[in-house]
């Protein structure tokens, strides 16, 4: 039996691949997985039987077996650590790719969503003026940090690894700030992501989904 994820029955983002299955579906296609994915409605997952899965009620949930996991971090990591392909076999490159993984999710991802959650709800917030070039300024300072590590490479260290694949989907929450527009080095390497064939792959799927929604 293949995995099963879950995903918005009718993302917000109108499948512009900004809802976090992205990262579940990249890396299960970067290893070359089948998997399947139900889709759960924003009641179904405040629900008991999705609440038995992900005690927040969101997605993405991982099921695989006798094991079922929620927390995009855990379940790349549980995929990459099991197939070949998204970690190094060096044992010190591995740990350095995990730690970009986590840097992914708990030194950039933080504040880009900070940002990201003031552009799309409190524009009309009488400080929203006043609050934004600090919530920029504090990204800003972020991908100038990356920018200078990352140098003329392609990724983070050495090859492609599940450390790039988080990055980049956290740092495509950017893609309608402008902010990658200032890190030309930094949208270069977004888009060396994107330009993946699993990434387009699974693209294409959370897509696909949109496009077969009710309503859309
Ligand atoms: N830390 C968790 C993880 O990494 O798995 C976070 C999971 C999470 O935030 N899930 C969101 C969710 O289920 C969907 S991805 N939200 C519903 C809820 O909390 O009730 C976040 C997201 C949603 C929509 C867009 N968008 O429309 O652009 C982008 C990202």
Redesign the pocket.
Known sequence: MPPTITA?EN????G?G????M?VRWALEEIGATYDVRLVS?KA??EPAHLALHP?????TYEDGDLAL????A?VLHIAERHAGLLPQDANARARAIAWMFAA?STLEPPIVEL?MAMLFERDKSWYAERLPMLQERVRIRLGELSRRLGDADWLDGAFSAGDLMMVTVLR?LNTSGLLDEYPDIAAYVARGEARPAFQRAFEAQLAVFRSAPGS
Do not use: C, N, V
């Open positions: 918005f993302s917000p983002d109108r512009r900004q809802a976090r299955d990262r924003f997952m405040k927040f009620g969101q997605i993405p929620f927390e995009t971090g379940i999710l990201g929450r």
